[in-house]
């Protein structure tokens, strides 16, 4: 079960996006496996993908589209099946299938983003994705959020959506997103998937601009198992239904703006970790005192993807031996071992890299018997700082990527 996780009650509805699902039988039949988002003419999109060398067939036609055009009309998505390491066909699958997006809704296949999920090495079922489109396309609503945000999900155990509003000086703004993943999560750009949608009147540049920040905020803070997705995609859509003027980053309601998006992201992030594959705690990791933010992230990316650090917390074992191994084999130039603190949440363990003298078991096995806490690093050495957010590896964590693909 995720961790202090429920599905969202209700998402709210974004002026000039309509969004619909249907089974096409990707991966299995018996659920909704594949969706339409449409977006109103004049919408500004931008998107971040993978850094992963193997970049799946949509990342790389997403690309191509979003350098080449200014109006994307619409997204197609499906789950079960990522169509990644699939080569040429795997190319035209991705091309065939949004061709048939744009004849479904009356636009050019150029204006049309792909994006799969699901097991890599296989290729797309193109006939039934094609079959299926059109029955998507008749199921656009304004309110079918929710919907979407389950027909997404792959080895999810509960969908995740986030919905803001924001009052500015040319009227309410909504911003609504969704994403999936909970294993293969260590986005090293965004994360597996993640949609944010916004009606406010953003222009090309504030969109690209508050996307690349929000995700720095909050999914390039979010790791399960480190492992990079082939198909890792966040894209933020502007549709530009609210006031009449456009919103560049020097307007004032930008940063109102920015600040939900912002909000969404983190709160997308978070669900992902706390439904990270088999997880039974939410764990930040926050470092500080470090000499810049690039030490402080690798002190705090080698805490969060130690399997010991992580088993241990699983186990509710406050094995502080493993979480200084972590910090000292983080590869900080010159770390001075005598100048590190460390805390579980408010109980010291290591004051000047020595156990502290208050310390004792009991205390620390309170903290990580808890479903959330945090593991809180000094490093001795400056101002910078950064927070991470992961969750511990489990007996389920093994068995669903055991029996990921029976």
């Known amino acids: 079960m995720p961790v202090n996780l429920e599905a969202p009650v209700a998402l709210a509805l974004v002026a000039g996006v309509r969004l619909g699902s249907a089974e096409a039988a990707i991966k299995k039949p018996g659920r909704q496996d594949l969706l339409v988002i449409e977006l109103a003419?004049?919408?500004?999109?931008?998107?971040?993908?993978?850094?992963?060398?193997?970049?799946?067939?949509?990342?790389?036609?997403?690309?191509?589209r979003l350098a080449a055009t200014a109006s994307i009309r619409a997204l197609l998505i499906n789950a079960g099946n990522a169509n990644a390491a699939t080569g040429a066909q795997g190319l035209a699958s991705a091309r065939d299938t949004s061709a048939a997006v744009a004849a479904a809704i009356g636009c050019e296949p150029s204006q049309v983003l792909p994006f799969s999920t699901g097991v890599i090495g296989q290729q797309l079922?193109?006939?039934?994705?094609?079959?299926?489109?059109?029955?998507?396309?008749?199921?656009?609503?304004?309110?079918?959020?929710?919907?979407?945000?389950?027909?997404?999900?792959?080895?999810?155990?509960?969908?995740?959506?986030?919905s803001r509003t924001v009052a500015t000086s040319q009227g309410p703004v909504t911003v609504t997103?969704?994403?999936?993943?909970?294993?293969?999560?260590?986005?090293?750009?965004?994360?597996?998937?993640?949609?944010?949608?916004?009606?406010?009147?953003?222009?090309?540049?504030?969109?690209?601009?508050l996307l690349k920040s929000a995700v720095a905020a909050s999914f390039n803070s979010a790791t399960v198992d480190g492992d990079t997705s082939t198909n890792d995609s966040c894209v933020l859509f502007a549709t530009a239904q609210v006031g009449s003027?456009?919103?560049?980053?020097?307007?004032?309601?930008?940063?109102?703006?920015?600040?939900?998006?912002?909000?969404?992201?983190?709160?997308?992030?978070?669900?992902?970790?706390?439904d990270g594959e088999g997880a039974t705690r939410f764990i930040t990791v926050d470092v500080e005192a470090a000499g810049t933010v690039e030490e402080a992230r690798l002190v705090a990316y080698s805490i969060a993807h130690s399997p010991l650090v992580k088993t241990a917390m699983f186990a509710g074992d406050a094995n502080w031996g493993r979480l200084a191994m972590a910090i000292g084999k983080a590869g900080v130039p010159g770390l001075d071992p005598a100048k590190v603190d460390l805390w579980l949440d408010d109980v010291r363990l290591l004051d000047g890299g020595e156990p502290h003298p208050a310390y004792h078991e009991d205390l620390g096995a309170a903290v990580?018997?808890?479903?959330?806490?945090?593991?809180?690093?000094?490093?001795?050495?400056?101002?910078?700082?950064?927070?991470?957010?992961?969750?511990?590896?489990?007996?389920?964590?093994?068995?669903i990527n055991a029996e990921y693909r029976t």
């Open 41 to 64: 003419p004049g919408s500004r999109v931008a998107g971040m993908f993978t850094q992963n060398a193997f970049c799946a067939a949509p990342v790389q036609v997403c690309r191509e």
């Open 125 to 162: 079922p193109v006939a039934r994705m094609v079959e299926a489109i059109p029955k998507a396309v008749a199921n656009l609503q304004a309110d079918a959020w929710n919907a979407a945000a389950r027909a997404i999900m792959t080895t999810d155990t509960v969908p995740k959506g986030a």
């Open 177 to 209: 997103g969704i994403a999936k993943g909970v294993g293969m999560i260590y986005p090293n750009m965004a994360t597996l998937l993640a949609y944010i949608g916004t009606d406010a009147r953003l222009t090309a540049e504030a969109t690209d601009s």
């Open 245 to 274: 003027t456009d919103v560049d980053t020097a307007h004032a309601d930008f940063p109102l703006i920015a600040e939900a998006v912002t909000e969404v992201c983190i709160e997308l992030a978070q669900a992902i970790v706390r």
């Open 368 to 399: 990580v018997a808890k479903p959330e806490f945090t593991i809180r690093v000094a490093l001795g050495r400056g101002t910078a700082k950064t927070r991470v957010w992961t969750c511990d590896f489990s007996y389920d964590y093994v068995k």
